[in-house]
């Protein structure tokens, strides 16, 4: 177990530095001039051929795009994703700002997503083919075939906008500041409401559907018949013996929801004007903010590779017939 975990770990670094070299040169070879771009945001006064030669200067864009790419990797190994070329921030400052709204939205649709599709999973596979497996069924599979930026367009409009009852946009309401603190938790709250049920919505769909066939499959197996034949309690039967044989399919299943969740953050963030660093990457796009732009791809990919790793080492804690030599 320790050495594989040394050499799962060790195989870290190699990926991240090919994530590194790809992210890089898909940004370099996007069209856009972050100096043309900070130009034309200080207007006509200040565009002539020794501005823009200094604003690429500044930027470190004159120099050969391999020395760019060794500096930057330097800067990242030292936790430093250099300054902003937007506003020339510490990019480490403005993602930290963002991460608490985002990591609220990952927490709370993961563990709704857990909480809602594990049990109707469940449910699912020991009254298959009922009505209540039909009927949700139909209706998860609905669901999932809907985007998650048109269904945030229709709470948008006809929640927010048409019924008024819950507000579409931003996190927090004016007049936050001077609110109550039980004011301010309920205001908080109305603003989580139709985001997190845009994030939630499609991995309930998946994920008890996923339940249901790994728990369908395991059932059927000689061991659950045997235990069956021994007389035990069918509860006992689904809940010790099939669920736990269930649990690697769901571990790497589980590992996937947060990179699940920071992916889809870009698209819905930016419609509820949510103050997240999805919203932040894609004004970071917009505007050419190179540094901004590795820095996020950099530390979502090191989440994608932690998750995994995570779900690594705890398949030979759930099943102990995984050993690795």
């Known amino acids: ?163 008024e009852w819950l507000p579409p946009y931003g996190m927090t309401s004016e007049g936050y500041a001077g609110m109550s603190l039980p004011g301010k938790a309920a205001d908080l709250a109305k603003h989580f409401v139709l985001i997190v049920v845009c994030f939630t919505y499609p991995l309930v769909a998946y994920q008890s559907r996923f339940v249901r066939a790994n728990l369908l499959e395991v059932m059927g197996q000689d061991f659950i018949r045997t235990a069956r034949s021994k007389g035990l309690a069918e509860s006992k039967v689904v809940g010790k013996h099939a669920m736990r044989n269930t649990l690697i399919p769901l571990i790497t299943m589980m590992a996937l929801l947060v990179p699940s969740v920071l992916g889809g953050s870009v698209i819905l963030e930016t419609m509820f004007d949510w103050p997240g660093i999805g919203q932040l990457f894609f004004q970071a796009m917009t505007q050419r903010d190179y540094p901004t732009v590795m820095a996020l791809s950099v530390i979502t990919a090191v989440v994608v590779l932690l998750c995994t790793l995570l779900a690594d080492l705890a398949y030979a804690l759930v099943d102990p017939r995984v050993r690795y030599d």
């Open 1 to 163: 177990m320790v050495r594989y975990a040394a050499k799962r770990i060790g195989l870290v670094v190699p990926t991240l530095l090919g994530i590194t070299l790809v992210t890089f040169a898909m940004i370099r070879l996007a069209p856009g001039d972050p100096a043309m771009a900070a130009m034309s945001r200080g207007g006509p006064a200040g565009m002539s051929a020794q501005t823009y030669a200094r604003l690429r200067d500044h930027y470190g864009l004159d120099e050969p795009v391999w020395r760019q790419y060794l500096l930057w990797v330097g800067q990242v190994a030292r936790l430093d994703f250099g300054r902003s070329f937007h506003d020339g921030r510490k990019v480490t400052d403005r993602i930290a700002e963002r991460l608490p709204a985002t990591l609220s939205l990952a927490g709370g649709a993961v563990f709704l997503s857990l909480a809602l599709s594990i049990p109707i999973g469940l449910r699912s596979a020991r009254r298959r083919d009922g009505p209540f497996d039909t009927v949700i069924g139909t209706i998860l599979y609905a669901l999932y075939s809907v985007p998650r930026y048109v269904m945030a367009m229709i709470l948008i409009v006809i929640v927010g906008v048409e019924l």
